[in-house]
């Protein structure tokens, strides 16, 4: 399996406090990234990165933002956690171009 | 990338080939396609990818129709364990972003 963690792996957390979550790798990989799933929405992309201090938004970035200081890892953060943000989270690295994706094992995020 | 289309949801009895489909019409020339399946609650998996050639490893085959229009990801022998929902996705090595479809959702019967 690819080296990479999630952190924390399930956290409670109320309306209108800010949370962030963590994605750390072992891989040295270029590219990271954040998605959220809920059902009926399948796999939707937050936030990307492909380099060190190298971010950009995907489908659904509204109300996320973040961070990567070091190649290992990315930062979600929610700076005012709402209930539709009631999700789980996964974090995916890639190397190159051409690679595939690694997944990390998930963060289920409840938002009361 | 291009857009693909699958079906919503698949049976396929134990110990038989699976076969799922994948759309993918407008796919272009340097655009790569990938299979990644996604086991319940669980991160999703990478399966395999090819370009036009067809390819084989130890989890499946992928078939590309010579106008690369479509494809087809083929499980051999399905067990319970591939009881999953299987992703197609289209994308070419210089676009960062990697975009999931809703997918195939794939029944193994017992």
């Known amino acids: 399996d690819a080296g990479i963690t999630q952190s924390p792996r399930h956290k409670v957390t109320e309306t209108g406090t800010p949370v962030t979550l963590r994605c750390h790798q072992t891989?040295?990989?270029?590219?990271m990234y954040w998605y959220r799933q809920d059902p009926g929405h399948g796999l939707r992309l937050i936030h990307y990165?492909?380099?060190?201090?190298?971010?950009d938004k995907g489908e659904v970035s509204d109300g996320y933002s973040v961070s990567r200081s070091k190649t290992e890892d990315f930062l979600l953060t929610l700076e005012s956690a709402t209930s539709s943000q009631t999700s789980v989270y996964f974090c995916?690295?890639?190397?190159?171009?051409?690679?595939?994706?690694?997944f990390g094992p998930g963060t289920r995020l409840t938002v009361l | 990338d291009a857009k693909t289309t699958q079906p919503p949801s698949m049976d396929c009895a134990e110990g038989r080939a699976a076969n799922l489909p994948c759309n993918h019409s407008?796919?272009?020339?340097?655009?790569?396609v990938y299979w990644y399946r996604q086991i319940h609650s669980q991160g999703p998996q990478y399966i395999i990818h090819?370009?036009?050639n067809n390819e084989t490893n130890e989890m499946a085959s992928l078939i590309i129709t010579e106008d690369r229009k479509s494809s087809t990801l083929i499980l051999p022998h399905a067990t319970l364990r591939d009881t999953a929902v299987y992703y197609c996705?289209?994308?070419?090595?210089?676009?960062?972003?990697?975009?999931f479809g809703p997918g195939t959702s794939l029944s193994v019967i017992p």
């Open positions: 995916a690295i890639r190397e190159q171009e051409y690679n595939e994706q690694f």
């Open positions: 891989e040295n990989h270029r590219y």
């Open positions: 990165s492909y380099g060190v201090k190298d971010t």
């Open positions: 407008t796919i272009s020339g340097n655009e790569y």
């Open positions: 090819g370009l036009k």
């Open positions: 996705i289209v994308r070419s090595p210089s676009y960062d972003k990697v975009i």
